[in-house]
């Protein structure tokens, strides 16, 4: 059974920080690209950052500089640093786990991200 369980989310102040991690099971975790998403009340789900099978990592353009994605194969854990976070910020975080070879997609619950003062 494939799990994706994320953590660290919370109310920060404007400016603050907060780390968010996902913890996987049930899947070979280096063979998939594993990302974040974020999804604001009433809008759409969208990407916030990506790190591929070979490290690369790619984010949207409000949180680079701010945000740093990051994963380790060898705990099955993928991780992103929150810097600097703005009321903008705020949503339900979910983590990605998606393969093209292996046709799969996974999501996990997601967790709340809250900035406001």
């Known amino acids: 059974q494939v799990q994706l369980v994320e953590s660290g989310g919370g109310l920060v102040q404007p400016g603050g920080s907060l780390t968010l991690s996902c913890a996987a099971s049930g899947i070979t975790f280096s063979a998939y690209d594993m990302a974040w998403y974020r999804q604001a009340p009433g809008k759409l789900r969208d990407l916030v950052a990506v790190?591929?099978?070979?490290?690369?990592?790619n984010y949207v353009d409000s949180a680079k500089g701010r945000f740093t994605i990051s994963r380790d194969n060898t705990k099955n854990t993928l991780t992103l640093l929150m810097s600097d976070l703005k009321p903008e910020d705020t949503a339900q975080y979910y983590c990605?786990?998606?393969?093209?070879?292996?046709?799969?997609?996974?999501w996990g619950q997601g967790t709340q991200v809250t900035v406001s003062s």
């Open positions: 790190v591929k099978t070979n490290g690369y990592t």
């Open positions: 990605n786990a998606a393969s093209n070879v292996l046709r799969r997609n996974y």
